[in-house]
């Protein structure tokens, strides 16, 4: 079964699992205003489903996700802002609303940027030997805004999460298998099956069992990094505050395409 939200996004359902497919595949799945609009609210709404157990988020291939739509951006057609929709200017937030329900990432190509957010804030994440993934918030010269800078350095480490930061570069699916970014690199043409057997696996086990597991995680992870959430908020509001050119992030734009299809062949 099959459900659409704007054309930009879908939603596949199994036994119990929900698949939430970024469906922009020309643009690389770029988050666009009305795919930043659509995401939480079908987030919201799985959460609220009780048949739905499990939730997948994927990219419509060749790509996860390529952040902002930096077209869009250029063009002075979005708000540069960090938290979730709807929130307001001093608290911090993801890409969704926190759910009880776990969310896994299954990364088919490039996360790059608000695309590598978009995985960070997944439970757990199973990756295409096509994943990448960079961060590339300081060549455009805006702020992290859903928890990049709190979540990669959990993943990874603070010290491997600074140069990720500052220089941009891409990591593959092996580096980030090593470093502990994802938990599975399987074949490009099984990163679906492989990722629906993990989900009905939890989907199996007792509901209450794994929303009261994750929430305990979610509790037990945040004791020390809360002030991180809204320092990072805070900085990134201040900078969109004081104005974007979006001349600048135009041509910053064509610099980090031209940048990426070298480094990614």
């Known amino acids: 079964m099959t459900d659409t939200s704007a054309d930009v996004l879908r939603i596949d ?19 666009n205003a009305a795919l930043r609009a659509a995401l939480p609210r079908a987030m919201a709404d799985l959460a ?9 988020l994927t990219g419509a291939d060749p790509a996860f996700c390529a952040g902002l739509d930096l077209a869009e951006l250029g063009r002075g057609d979005h708000r540069i802002s960090g938290g ?17 329900k776990p969310v896994i990432g299954a990364i088919n190509g490039a996360a790059v ?5 978009l995985a960070l804030n997944c439970d ?3 990756a295409s030997e096509r994943a990448r993934f960079a961060d590339t918030h300081a060549r455009v ?5 859903w928890g990049l800078t709190v979540l990669l350095p959990q993943a990874i480490g603070v010290r ?11 990591m593959h699916a092996r580096e980030a298998l090593g470093l502990g970014l994802v938990n599975h690199v399987v074949d490009h043409d099984e990163l679906m099956p492989f990722t629906l057997s993990i989900a009905a696996d939890i989907a199996g086990n007792d509901g209450p069992g794994v929303r009261q597991m994750l929430a305990t995680y979610a509790e037990t992870a945040r004791t020390t990094v809360d002030e991180g959430w809204r320092i990072e908020a805070a900085r990134g509001r201040r900078w969109a505050g004081d104005g974007v050119d979006p001349s600048l992030i135009e041509a910053r734009r064509v610099a980090i395409i031209d940048r990426g299809r070298a480094q990614l062949g």
Do not use: K
Request: negative net charge.
């Open 48 to 56: 609220a489903d009780d048949a739905v157990r499990v939730i997948v």
């Open 141 to 145: 010269g805006v702020m992290p805004g």
């Open 160 to 170: 491997r999460a600074r140069e990720m930061s500052l220089t941009g570069n891409f």
């Open 84 to 100: 979730a929709p709807g929130s307001d200017d001093t608290s911090p937030g993801g890409p969704w609303a926190p759910t009880h």
């Open 113 to 117: 940027t608000g695309g590598f957010e």
């Open 124 to 126: 757990f994440l199973i």
């Open 13 to 31: 359902r199994h036994d119990g699992v929900a698949v939430v497919v970024l469906d922009r595949p020309a643009a690389r799945n770029a988050l």
